[in-house]
């Protein structure tokens, strides 16, 4: 079987799992389950790997996402005990004093929050920060919980531009500069960037308002005949609510995030430490200490089995073998003696491309970007694509930076609506929205965010024509 067979079935199964998941035939750990599985035995009968390659390509990608497994559950718990214990409410409380019936403010809200908590680079930790902070706010004004996401993936995709963020430092280990440099480079369409957020998160709030959310809007008048329905409900949580050990809790909070922005700590150890200490503190009883477990074991065993199916994905499609015959993801300087699925994808873009619009190659890449971003997992579109771009670019008398600049700036745009990043699979989980949802409400305008910057990097002579 040739790699470019390899490469097409790659599309394919990415195919499939979109248009299976848009359809809503199945749910997303199914999918990352089945179709790569299909993949992997088609990939086995055309002799392009053994069973015992597959069974090492599985194993490699549940290397990659085990720790984020465990950070879904232990956050879904954490989570879930604060929300019990009535910590959000109190927060909610002053958060809608702060902005009333203002359904702009809450999206600008969630745009800054967005900005200040990606500061570290870290996708995960900005959702566990931004979604729990502002779900509760979107619900109390009947705001859509895609909006909520929209308008924070934008915010850390423009942030996503900084020196210590893995998109920029793989870009310029490709190219062989310090990222701190080629950060310096795109700075002014970082700030750009920044503006353009906000302005989209004020439309966002308008589109909002239109519908009829807020405290007082049309939509908060038609739930005022559900509100009877939830009453048995409320009255649990009442139940559960531990007014006096507020002071205790945001602490507790604050403690965690700080751990988890300090990164010195795998990003569950926080999380593992705060459950254990929340329990324990506000539930005191063994008793109630499993019933508020068996409470949260649901959702965070769904987050968890999306993970685990997108293991098997990340497996099959982006790990490859180096020359000791180990499973790894493809990286400058290490030598493969099989290529990965993904690699293979790569390759047959690059054959399409250079043929037809070679000269234009900056302008082609800032397009497909967004696209591409949902095939490729972060690793392999910097690492496997962008040398080959860089080479392509080369033949037509193109620089490496401008073409760096368009993978870089475009791509991070779309980084967190991608099912290849671990990071977008708890976004979504802990906002309680599935994920083609989210690439429903979210795609158009991150595609379009992304051309803008792009145009904006060509009038500022970064990018050519």
Not at 40 to 67: H, M, N, P, R, W
Not at 112 to 123: C, K, M, N, W
Not at 366 to 390: H, R, W
Request: glycine content about 10%; aromatic content about 8%.
């Amino acid at each position: 079987m040739t790699t470019t067979v390899v490469g097409i079935l790659g599309f394919l199964t990415i195919v499939a799992i979109v248009v299976t998941l848009f359809k809503s035939k199945t749910i997303p750990s199914i999918a990352f389950i089945v179709f790569p599985s299909i993949l992997a035995l088609i990939l086995v009968l055309g002799g392009y790997y053994d069973i015992e390659q597959v069974g090492k390509l599985i194993k490699g990608g549940f290397g990659s996402t085990g720790a984020t497994a465990a950070l879904f559950v232990f956050s879904v718990l954490y989570f879930g005990i604060m929300t019990d214990a009535g910590m959000f409410d109190v927060i909610i409380d002053k958060l809608m004093k702060l902005v009333g019936d203002n359904v702009i403010g809450v999206t600008v809200m969630t745009s800054v929050i967005a900005l200040i908590g990606h500061l570290d680079g870290g996708g995960a930790s900005t959702f566990l920060i931004v979604v729990p902070a502002m779900l509760p706010v979107y619900k109390k004004m009947h705001m859509r919980k895609t909006t909520l996401l929209r308008c924070a993936v934008l915010s850390m995709g423009v942030l996503n531009l900084m020196p210590w963020a893995g998109p920029t430092m793989r870009a310029a280990s490709v190219l062989g500069m310090e990222s701190g440099a080629l950060w310096r480079t795109i700075i002014p369409i970082q700030i750009f960037g920044i503006v353009l957020c906000l302005v989209h998160a004020v439309v966002a709030g308008l589109q909002e308002k239109a519908r009829g959310a807020g405290l007082n809007g049309k939509l908060a008048t038609m739930a005022v005949s559900e509100d009877s329905e939830d009453a048995e409900e409320i009255k649990q949580d009442n139940e559960l609510a531990r007014p006096k050990l507020f002071a205790f809790n945001i602490l507790l909070t604050i403690a965690v995030i700080a751990l988890l922005v300090w990164d010195q700590f795998p990003s569950y150890v926080p999380f593992m430490l705060g459950v254990a200490a929340a329990i324990l503190v506000n539930y005191t009883p063994v008793k109630m200490q499993k019933k508020i477990i068996n409470r949260h074991a649901g959702p965070a065993l769904m987050m968890c089995s999306t993970l685990m199916g997108a293991a098997v994905l990340m497996g099959v499609l982006v790990y490859g073998f180096n020359a000791d015959g180990a499973a790894v993801i493809a990286k400058p300087g290490v030598e493969m003696m099989k290529t990965s699925v993904v690699s293979n994808m790569a390759e047959i873009i690059t054959m399409i491309l250079p043929a037809t619009l070679g000269n234009h190659l900056p302008l082609v890449i800032g397009i497909l970007s967004v696209p591409l971003a949902l095939a490729f997992d972060t690793d392999s579109y910097f690492y496997g694509m962008l040398p080959v771009m860089i080479a392509i670019g080369a033949s037509f008398g193109l620089d490496a930076l401008p073409v760096a600049i368009a993978m870089v700036v475009c791509r991070n745009c779309a980084t967190f609506i991608s099912p290849m990043v671990p990071a977008t699979l708890l976004g979504v989980g802990v906002a309680e929205v599935d994920i083609k949802d989210h690439i429903k409400a979210s795609f158009g305008y991150v595609w379009i965010f992304s051309i803008i910057c792009m145009i904006f990097a060509v009038m500022i002579g970064l990018m050519p024509l």
